[in-house]
């Protein structure tokens, strides 16, 4: 079955930068387009970016654009979000899952997520 595994969430101050990580199993991985959503205190959970399965291309909402980059490494199975600049609105607990831009509510399998929180 498939499994998500989100890490590398933390403390920042605004203006700092994190890596999460995302490792996958239970699919074919490099056949997967994959996303990144955030769930923000007392929001749904939303979509922020996608990335081709072969890894060239990719999508973000505005709110992320020019600040957040999304990766893969289809040799690991694993899902990157390298988030840089970071704002105090970028409180959220991140997820990772499969598909190109999916409507968070389509999907039934997810992660514990991974913690971000910025504050000074």
């Known amino acids: 079955q498939v499994q998500f595994v989100e890490s590398g969430g933390g403390l920042v101050q605004p203006g700092g930068s994190l890596r999460l990580s995302c490792e996958t199993s239970?699919?074919?991985?490099?056949?997967?387009?994959m996303s990144w959503y955030r769930q923000a205190p007392g929001k749904g959970r939303e979509f922020i970016a996608s990335?081709?399965?072969?890894?060239?291309?990719?999508n973000y909402v505005d709110s992320v654009k020019r600040r957040f980059t999304i990766s893969r490494d289809n040799t690991k199975a694993t899902l990157y979000l390298q988030m840089n600049d970071l704002k105090f609105e970028d409180t959220a607990v991140y997820y990772c899952?499969?598909?190109?831009?999916?409507?968070?509510?389509?999907?039934?399998?997810w992660g514990q997520g991974t913690q971000v929180t910025v504050s000074s």
């Open positions: 239970g699919i074919p991985f490099s056949s997967y387009s």
């Open positions: 990335i081709f399965s072969h890894g060239k291309g990719a």
């Open positions: 899952n499969k598909g190109w831009a999916m409507s968070p509510a389509s999907l039934d399998v």
